[in-house]
């Protein structure tokens, strides 16, 4: 959700510029989308600042797909936290799920925080079972691609399986994103409409099929997570606590900017 | 489990062997290799008989890794009740977890149930959460490596993530072994000790590396489900229900032909 919003920040730009001749439209365009980047690394910077204060002294964090520098202008939103939270020395593990189909845990998040000095864990997703239920986990840090009115957050898919799972091991599972990523405009998890990947990310990999012939594919690229199972929702102004629908609310009355 | 009780019956037959100078040991040991072969495949045939009544008509399933005819010396235990349930005509579909790293599910599973003619759905291991959310699963079967004395189950990992969800949304969840795989011996799932694998099964696929260099990887082989969240044991001769430490006492106590 937030591509969307900044398209649409980038179209009112472009309307703005049309009516101000003494700048060219390619210099005025080019300003807005130079301040959107500038205010995503600030974003991840304060986002990353806030969440670390959320996470204890010798914590092994588990996180899923990748929230990170390759998929914000800044540091990452989940990832943000656990950098930050890194550099203050309270970081001792970081579980990475692989992420499948694509892989993003293994390929992405797994790079970053070994380039980080970060001590990684990859497990395959459904290894966090185990990890969780042998007490091995003090946090669950995940971003968002889009999160409701009430809290309910549309994320990688996988995601849900792991906040019921820290759920049940009274786990913290915290999800991290700007502000631009809560969509007041949708009630509840019930109105996102999830894109359906290819079946070839799960048949192949690399090319190769690694799946029988015949099969059909269901491959949702994100899954639903309910309000219930998150703990608080990290912005760059402020920590969400539940009852989320009450807070978003707040924070959306305030343009973004509640305190 | 299975795989040891069958080494000590050939242990036994060779000790009986040498006492009986008529046969020779190779024909002794070969008749009693024979003999276990045979009780596995009307293992397997009882175990899908048995399980099928479990399925309702119309039914959609859900099944991990494998359990099948290329794990078994018969039709399978969880892929016995399947393929047998599908011939009388109460499988609408079957949800097939591709189960990493070593994704029998995609190969094996898949193959054995589209050979079936049976409708196979494929997803990755994570996205089960989001399919039982969405109500699409009325039974989630998977076999077992190792079952305790009070019902725990140690099977494929992933198995546990499952059965949580399963709960959650109020899915049956059976378990289907021969009483061979039944370990009276240990009390619980505590006490049953997890062989970890090789880091390679999660960091590389058909040779090629898939993940960051730099990593760890935790790669259990099995994970633990807790028997609160098994609603039935389909064995060879009975579904044991809970409380599952009486019924399997009393299994046990009747040498494993409990009626």
Known sequence: VNLFAA???????????????????????????????????????????????????????????????????????????????ARKGKVRAVYVDETRPLLQGSRLTSWELVREGIDVILITDSTAGAVLAQNGVDAVIVG??????????????????????????????????PTSTVDAATPSGKEIRIEERSANEVTHLAGNRIAAEGVRVYAPAFDITPN????????????????????????????????
């Open 7 to 85: 398209l649409e920040r980038m179209r009112r730009a472009f309307a703005a510029c049309l009516g101000s001749p003494a700048t060219g439209v390619r210099d005025c365009l080019l300003k807005e989308a130079q301040e959107i980047r500038r205010e995503d690394v600030e974003a991840c910077r304060r986002i990353g600042e806030l969440g670390a204060t959320l996470i204890t002294e010798g914590s092994t964090l588990l996180t899923h797909c990748n929230a990170g520098a390759l998929a914000t202008a800044g540091e990452g939103t989940a990832l943000g936290i656990i950098t930050t939270a």
């Open 228 to 259: 219930e199972f998150i703990t608080a929702i990290v912005t760059e102004n402020v920590i969400l606590r539940p009852p989320f629908l009450t807070a978003i609310a707040a924070l959306d009355s305030a343009g973004g900017k509640m305190p």
């Open 144 to 177: 968002a691609d889009r999160i409701a009115a009430n809290g309910d957050t549309a994320n990688k898919i996988g995601t849900y399986p792991l906040a019921v799972l820290a759920a049940r091991h009274h786990v913290p599972f915290y999800v991290a994103a």
